[in-house]
């Protein structure tokens, strides 16, 4: 019996020793086979630009104007590629074909936004409905925003939008060497009574707009990947803010941006009670708060990332209508003489007009495609592995859809460098949503607010062309000006004005 304890002992040794070689082995196939899984899903992505080990193409994307790089990567890997930002696959899509085959036909599985800890959490709080994830707050948003500024609800807005316009011409004519300011006064006046039923403005300077101006530059300052360390290792957002001075200044900035938001619904809803407010999305939420499932605080971040996103854009919008002045005269004198023919010199142009102004109108649409106000859209996530002409689209990866090159797609615009209305006069290509272009986005992150827009382009380019032409010059010393010419029937003369052009107006600038 004695010698029997060593066997025993010795084949328990042994039996361990078999044991933890298996398992050993066991973890070996498993992890060989992990990395066997994702070689092959890495090779099943669609094809990009080699990157470098561990960190892959982050520092070969720019911070700034990307969108021109991702159109050069376009050319010769195709119309959508990948790129490897620190292990997050990153997805380009350069074509409408491709935004509408995904973005549209399976919006089920493309409309999440990818992670803002910086942008979307802590400077907004989780209530930016632009940066906000595919879910319950977003859809609640989303229903509120369609009711208010869907096509059917735009039509009312079309006073407020023609005084704007008006008040815009009277002022670029009194003032046309703040001609820029007053067009961003009139996109900013315009949202405000719409959202708020706030009387106009007199300045593009009004604190309002002043405060929502920096913080749409400090979102989209934030939403640049690399921008801030914590979207790169989510991991630091777990640091207290006493430790942690970039947190601890978004956390403010947040805290201030909430009151002033939440001021001017309270200013409205004061207003309620006393009978005397103006009609305005805010005061149809605060109405239906109820039915829309949403506290005050959601409200006021919801009519203010309206305010923020109409003014913007549309701003922006106008300003490319100028520069597109600028460089395509003859665009210009086309369209006078419509508004001529159809309008005449007695009355201004109006929105029952723009049936009968086909080339004013094809003008705004060009305006839209040729120089988009945001060339690359949010980014998407994907929530479930997808195939895609023959490439995989796996689960968790970003999307981006390139909105300049969509506007650019030659079997489409085959001269899309050149501004050209008369494209749009038989009609919007079948391939842009029947709109033209892409600059309003796809699916179900799709700019809610895109009639409104379209709205005030045309009856600010429609009054702008009426009362003025606009004229590139030189001054003696070779500067580039801006003209405006101008011959009110009231007025009974004409007079030309000067201004110098907004330095940005070069092809220099526009073509890097």
Not at 77 to 83: A, E, T
Request: aromatic fraction near 10%.
């Amino acid at each position: 019996m004695a010698s029997a304890l060593p066997f025993y002992s010795n084949f328990g040794v042994l039996s361990s020793s078999r044991w933890l070689y298996g398992l050993l082995a066991a973890v070996l196939v498993v992890f060989m086979l992990k990395l066997l899984t994702s070689y092959r899903r890495l090779q099943a992505l669609p094809p990009g630009p080699r990157g470098f080990p561990i960190i892959g193409n982050i520092f070969q994307v720019p911070l700034k104007m990307p969108w021109f790089k991702f159109s050069e990567w376009a050319q010769e890997f195709g119309p959508v590629f990948s790129l490897n930002m620190m292990g997050q696959p990153i997805i380009v899509l350069n074509t409408f074909k491709a935004g509408a085959d995904l973005l549209d036909r399976r919006s089920n599985i493309y409309s999440d936004r990818p992670r803002f800890i910086m942008a979307g959490e802590i400077l907004s709080g989780g209530l930016n409905k632009s940066l906000l994830p595919y879910g319950n707050l977003w859809r609640k948003m989303r229903r509120a925003s369609h009711e208010g500024f869907s096509l059917r609800s735009a039509g009312k807005y079309q006073p407020i939008q023609a005084r704007e316009a008006s008040l815009a011409a009277i002022q670029i004519l009194e003032e046309p060497e703040h001609w820029e300011e007053h067009l961003e006064r009139a996109a900013a006046s315009g949202i405000l009574g719409v959202v708020y039923g706030r009387p106009p403005i007199k300045s593009s300077n009004h604190p309002i707009i002043k405060r929502m101006r920096a913080y749409v530059s400090k979102v989209a300052a934030s939403v640049v990947p690399g921008a801030h360390l914590v979207d790169i290792i989510p991991a630091l957002n777990c640091l207290p803010a006493s430790m942690a001075k970039w947190k601890r200044e978004g956390v403010k900035w947040h805290e201030e941006e909430s009151e002033r938001i939440e001021a001017l619904t309270q200013e409205v809803e004061s207003k309620m009670v006393d009978g005397k407010a103006a009609p305005s999305f805010v005061m149809d939420l605060i109405e239906r708060k109820a039915r829309h499932g949403m506290s005050d605080k959601e409200i006021a971040w919801l009519a203010g990332n309206l305010l923020s996103a109409g003014a913007d854009t549309t701003a922006g919008s106008l300003v490319y209508f100028v520069l597109a002045m600028v460089l395509y005269p003859e665009v210009m004198r086309k369209a006078q003489a419509e508004l001529d023919n159809i309008v005449g010199r007695g009355r201004v142009p109006a929105f029952e007009d723009q049936k009968d102004l086909p080339y004013v109108d094809a003008l705004a649409k060009e305006v839209l495609r040729w120089r988009p106000v945001a060339p690359i859209a949010i980014p998407r996530t994907v929530s479930e592995d997808n195939w895609y002409e023959g490439y995989l689209i796996p689960k968790g990866a970003i999307v981006v859809p390139n909105i300049w090159l969509m506007n650019r797609d030659p079997v489409i615009f085959p001269d899309y460098e050149e501004f050209r209305p008369e494209r749009f006069l038989n009609g919007t290509p079948d391939d842009t949503h029947a709109m033209g272009h892409t600059s309003f986005g796809f699916g179900r992150r799709m700019c809610v607010g895109y009639s409104f827009a379209n709205q005030m382009l045309y009856i600010v380019i429609a009054k702008l062309l009426w009362s003025l032409t606009i004229e590139k010059v030189e001054d003696t010393e070779g500067t580039s000006l801006l003209r405006l010419t101008f011959a009110l029937p009231e007025l009974q003369f004409a007079s030309t004005l000067q201004v110098q052009i907004f330095t940005a107006f070069s092809r220099s600038a526009v073509y890097p």
